[in-house]
């Protein structure tokens, strides 16, 4: 009989079984990786299941848009590749100015990205916006539309990349928590409280509680959580058919089939990372509301249904860490997606893939490096010596 302490064994340990995690394991098995998850819950607890569902390359930082471009091309192809679409609606992604300063920060913005070669972002005057969604406040002045973005089921997706992965004998186990890692000559040893897993090369997609592994190999990365909440609303005849943003001040909004309306935009609640729960903070909500019903008055008295919040990864910057570790060899890490990682998991499940395998990803990831940190404070450090000495 097999000895149910005995080491189990892989080609790679993942820890953590949300989209990044799935699709990392997916994109890994379908190179012939043998592959492990560890999850301290269940696949899709997290932020990848309680999410807006936004697939955005709308308003992203200038170093994530390759990435998010690459990512957004596997959205449209999502059935060939993993056998389902994930719930993805192809409605285009609109982000309203409400006045003329807005507006000419949206122009700005664009001018920007196209000096740069990306012309995936388009500033849209007040009638067209109109046009495209009627029933918009009429002070709004312009906005920039992004038509093949959408929106997309988030546990539905997480779990799909699941079970493809599942498919190519991914081997997932759930409520398996990751209480130590150490390396021993060439493998990776992951203890939990089921046993020990061993493999070649490890990787940390573990969101919020990454920055937690990391330290355990003596790198410092400053990743923090944060509560991220949402609300759906009673349903509703349908009158919105794009995902919206706005321009000057938080908003992600859109109207689902069934007529419901998702509403959120980074509102921030409380995150426990200790008892891996995120709680809703009601006055926040409310200032969200208001937004909503200044930009669509005929919504002033339809009810919330039910509000939630998610404990998401942010880090310094702002930008994720998707990178092999600087302290050891065969650690890779790939968290801190700042609230906007749902759209990125298809691509930078397989941007890792290439990183663990190959050594070199098709787009460059230098930007992402878990290092930078060190960099920054060696600069802001001489950069304050500088002014103490002058
Ligand atoms: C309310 C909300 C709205 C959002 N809206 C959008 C949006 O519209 N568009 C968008 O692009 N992004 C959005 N995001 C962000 C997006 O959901 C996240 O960036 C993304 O899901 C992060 O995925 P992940 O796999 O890195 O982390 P997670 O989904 O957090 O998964 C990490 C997993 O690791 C597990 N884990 C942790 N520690 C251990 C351990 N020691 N051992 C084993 N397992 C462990 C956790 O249990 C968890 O399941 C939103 C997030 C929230 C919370």
């Excluded at 302490?5 to 989209?19: P, T």
């Excluded at 009601?282 to 208001?290: D, G």
Aim: proline share 4%.
């Amino acid at each position: 009989m097999n000895d149910p302490r005995a080491v189990q064994e892989a080609d790679v340990l993942v820890i953590g079984g949300g989209l990044h995690g799935t699709s990392s394991a997916f994109h890994m098995a379908r190179r012939g990786a043998k592959v492990i998850v560890l999850e301290a819950d269940y696949v899709a607890r997290h932020s990848s299941g309680v999410n807006a569902g936004g697939v955005r390359t709308l308003g992203r930082p200038l170093p994530e848009i390759p990435l998010a471009l690459m990512s957004r091309e596997i959205w449209h192809d999502m059935t060939e590749r993993i056998g389902e679409d994930g719930g993805f609606v192809p409605s285009g992604q609109l982000k309203i100015a409400e006045t003329d300063d807005e507006l000419e920060d949206c122009r700005k913005r664009v001018a920007l990205l196209e000096s740069h070669g990306f012309t995936h972002e388009k500033v849209i005057d007040r009638e067209t916006v109109l046009d495209l969604e009627p029933a918009l406040a009429r002070h709004v002045t312009g906005g920039i539309w992004v038509e093949r973005d959408g929106y997309a089921l988030p546990f539905r997706t997480t779990t799909a990349f699941r079970l493809a992965a599942q498919r190519l004998g991914v081997r997932f186990l759930e409520g398996t928590p990751v209480r130590r890692i150490e390396q021993r000559g060439t493998r990776w040893f992951a203890h939990t409280p089921q046993g020990a897993f061993s493999a070649e090369k490890l990787l940390v997609t573990a969101g919020a509680w990454s920055g937690e592994l990391a330290k355990q190999v003596g790198e410092s990365v400053p990743v923090h959580p944060e509560g991220l909440m949402l609300m759906v609303t009673h349903r509703v005849a349908p009158f919105c058919r794009a995902t919206l943003g706005a321009t000057g001040r938080p908003l992600s909004f859109k109207q689902f089939d069934n007529g419901t309306v998702v509403i959120g935009g980074k509102l921030i609640g409380i995150a426990e990372l200790a008892n891996r729960h995120g709680e809703v903070d009601f006055m926040r909500l409310v200032r969200s509301a208001q937004t909503v019903t200044d930009l669509f008055p005929h919504l002033r008295h339809l009810g919330v249904n039910r509000a939630w919040a998610g404990v998401e990864a942010f880090t310094e910057d702002e930008l994720p860490v998707i990178s092999a570790s600087r302290k050891a060899s065969n650690l890779y890490y790939s968290f801190g997606y700042c609230g906007s990682g749902f759209q990125l998991g298809p691509g930078c499940g397989q941007l890792v893939s290439e990183l663990m395998l190959d050594g070199t990803p098709s787009i460059s990831l230098d930007a992402f490096a878990v290092d930078r940190f060190d960099r920054h404070e060696t600069a802001s450090a001489a950069s304050a010596r500088h002014l103490a000495t002058h």
